[in-house]
């Protein structure tokens, strides 16, 4: 089966930044959409991201002008660069496989905290 691995998580101060990583295995990471979501404890599963097989994107408008999404191909590697993080981007964030017509793919990462707190 496929795999994911994030990396990247970690505790930032208000305005900062960090970068995650999710590294999937097998071929099919080059054709296949690629998504970050989030979620925070009593919240619902929030969509943040998402990166196509052309690189095109998407992202929810809480994030747009702060994150940026990006995939290697060549490392079957996707990105989720955030800046200027708020409070509010507390959560933990699942990289996933497959996304189509708004619906996840089977493949979901571990998940990696991210704590945005002064």
């Known amino acids: 089966q496929v795999q994911l691995v994030e990396s990247g998580g970690g505790l930032a101060q208000p305005g900062g930044s960090l970068r995650l990583s999710c590294a999937a295995s097998?071929?099919?990471?080059?054709?296949?959409?690629m998504a970050w979501y989030r979620q925070a404890p009593g919240k619902q599963r929030e969509l943040v991201a998402v990166?196509?097989?052309?690189?095109?994107?998407y992202y929810t408008n809480s994030v747009k002008g702060r994150f940026t999404i990006s995939r290697d191909n060549a490392k079957n590697t996707v990105y989720l660069q955030m800046n200027s993080l708020k409070p509010e981007d507390t959560a933990v964030y699942y990289c996933?496989?497959?996304?189509?017509?708004?619906?996840?793919?089977?493949?979901w990462g571990q998940g990696t905290q991210v704590t945005v707190s002064s």
């Open positions: 996933n496989l497959g996304l189509s017509r708004g619906t996840p793919g089977d493949y």
């Open positions: 097998g071929s099919i990471f080059r054709i296949n959409t």
């Open positions: 990166i196509a097989s052309d690189s095109s994107t």
